[in-house]
């Protein structure tokens, strides 16, 4: 069963470490017969949601008009989410979170998303795993609310500067991960 995959990206440097493992990820799941979608939020003007509870009543995602509004119909269209990103002070990069905190526009609109399924692949300097807990902790809730099955999570320790990825095993692991979505 080939899926639609969208994968939301969080780090504002293109050939960065997590595009990288993006794009090996890519590469698989595409192999896999899968259709990919990557929308990169590091590149995207999106706006914190100022909860003012009006998602959809002028026709588009949210009235403040930001690069959201192109993100929602691919929300709505895709089986699986899958978060490629840096940790950024133990968290999701700004516009990462501003993307996952407007998918309240979505519940508000009463919009039906067919996402059922996550993975989460996640890059950062430090070289201790247990770092990763507030992150990982955050991509759990979530899917626990949203009732997505967790597919695999990635964590790649170690990397600061562009590039670092190249010189440990995550890419191809990514790949792998990609190419078992069939
Ligand atoms: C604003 C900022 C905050 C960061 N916070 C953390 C952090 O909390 N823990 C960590 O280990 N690395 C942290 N890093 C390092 C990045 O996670 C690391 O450089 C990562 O490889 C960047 O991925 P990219 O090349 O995809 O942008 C931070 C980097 C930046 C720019």
Not at 144 to 168: E, F, N, R, S
Request: glycine share 8%; with cysteine; aromatic share 8%.
């Amino acid at each position: 069963m080939s899926r639609n995959i969208l994968v939301l990206t969080g780090s504002p440097r293109k050939g960065g470490n997590s595009d990288l493992l993006a794009d090996a990820f890519i590469k698989g799941a595409k192999a896999a017969g899968n259709r990919v979608d990557k929308y990169e939020t590091g590149l995207k003007r999106i706006v914190g949601c100022k909860a003012c509870d009006r998602c959809y009543s002028q026709g588009e995602a949210c009235v403040f008009g930001d690069d959201f509004n192109a993100l929602a119909p691919l929300m709505e269209q895709s089986d699986t989410l899958v978060l490629v990103t840096p940790m950024y002070w133990f968290t999701f990069p700004t516009p990462l979170k501003a993307a996952l905190d407007k998918m309240y526009a979505l519940l508000v609109g009463g919009r039906r998303s067919n996402i059922h399924e996550s993975l989460l692949l996640a890059c950062a300097e430090t070289t201790e795993e247990a770092d990763f807990e507030g992150l990982v902790k955050t991509y759990e809730l979530i899917g626990a609310y949203q009732k997505w099955t967790d597919l695999a999570k990635l964590l790649v320790p170690g990397v600061l500067k562009v590039g670092d990825i190249l010189h440990t095993d995550a890419l191809l692991k990514a790949e792998r991960i990609g190419q078992s979505l069939k």
